[in-house]
């Protein structure tokens, strides 16, 4: 086994501790179905990655002084933070944590920045990796030296820093993806290992699922010219890939490799969703609060790259959408008239409490899955763009720009402004998909 590409965990069994919880949330959720006579198929008990590193892999890091990239996320199936867990171990050290986009604790909105504290829990510094205003004062502490002031020029506020590493001996990566390239977390990831291979640091992934499932890929491959932070390197929207599994990939695409090693799961069906399993649903950032915004969000989240709300400060972002100018009713009988397989169209009226249009009411829809499995969502929010553009052609706006990066290419936007069919853009993928599925096997660990 190549020494970059090392991955460790995989089918050693499982704990007592994800068999309990599985057994809590099955009678949590069984109640009424009980009541009708329906049997509930038991649901797989997955092991976590941070469960069986701390049980069996410990040693790798023994007598080390570790730094643990994490969020709430980064929980065992009882629902302990990695923190906690990590700070009252004898056989090492937890030294500092480093928060993704939205905080350490996921207490910021998207974009905001994050300065960095030291923790009164455990004493020690939290750095941020999303510092989006670049201010000296929310990379490091006070008194920072000629060698860090060195760097402010090349920060663009979502790197690991030399300060940040000073000792830090082992790095550590657990916190719950979402499945979408666009989603910032596996980016910061993906710096992280850079910066950890530059400076001769390993890298522990504590795997854990894909939520939305490993082995769905839907829409565009990201094309290199389109990188940005909110998608590094090229894959779909949907990847259908967990994090330990791009950290393989990502870290064979680097010039320079980390001392990767993964902690794989136990037990996950990659076909399964996340209810699916004996794992509960922890909120991974403030605008994604259920599962169902997950699985909505590969598609949904083009919106962003519109002049369409896309629920942002309503309960339901993501499956809420909507303008001003927007009549309900008139568009989700357009769209419910497409006969899209897994979803249906309510109309709704929302008024955001943040972001576009806040204060506003606006018209719009609410997306309901009626089957996931048959529901896609990148081909369902084309639709949904089209259609729009087609009833309010003096209403609707491309923000070009961020469009394109969210989709990865600029081949989407021009073929919809063309007016190409929907059907025709997907199909136009599918080829790229193909190549991908080929190219991330070698990856796969489940």
Known sequence: ????????????????????????????????????????PPRPPVKLGVEIFLERYAGLVKGKTVGLITNPTGTDSMLRSDADLFAVRPDFKLAAL????????????????????????????????????????????????????????????????PEMLRGVEVMIFDMQDVGTRVYTYVNTMAYALEACAEHGIPFIVLDRPNPIGGTTMEGPVLDPAFASFIGVFPVPLRHGMTAGELALMFNEA???????????????????????????????????????????????VMLEGTNVSEGRGTTRPFELFGAPWIDGAALSRALNSLGLPGVVFREASFIPMFSKFKGERCGGCQLHILDRNAFHPVETSLHIVKAVRDLYPDGFQFHSDYFDKVMGTSKVRLDLESGRPVQDIVTGWQGELRRFAEARRPYLLY
């Not at 998207?110 to 670049?134: C, H, K, M, Q, W």
């Not at 004062?137 to 030296?145: G, H, I």
């Not at 990659?270 to 590969?298: E, F, G, K, Q």
């Open 98 to 161: 480093f928060g993704p986009e939205h905080g350490a604790h996921v207490s910021v909105q998207a974009g905001e920045t994050v300065s960095y504290y030291v923790d009164s829990r455990y004493g020690i510094p939290v750095f941020s990796l999303y510092r989006p205003d670049n201010r000296p004062a929310s990379v490091a502490p006070k008194d920072r030296d000629a060698e860090m002031r060195s760097f402010d020029t090349r920060d663009d506020g979502k790197r690991l820093l």
């Open 254 to 300: 680097l010039s320079k490799k980390a001392d990767l090693t993964v902690i794989a799961m136990d037990g996950w069906p990659r076909s399964t969703y996340l209810d699916d399993t004996s794992l509960p649903w922890v909120i991974p950032s403030p605008n994604m609060p259920t599962l169902d915004t997950a699985i909505v969000y590969p598609g949904q």
């Open 1 to 40: 086994m190549k020494k970059h590409r090392r991955f460790i965990g995989r089918m050693l069994g499982a704990a007592g501790g994800a068999v309990m919880i599985l057994s809590l949330f099955s009678a949590c959720r069984s109640g009424d179905r009980e009541a009708a006579g329906t049997e509930i």
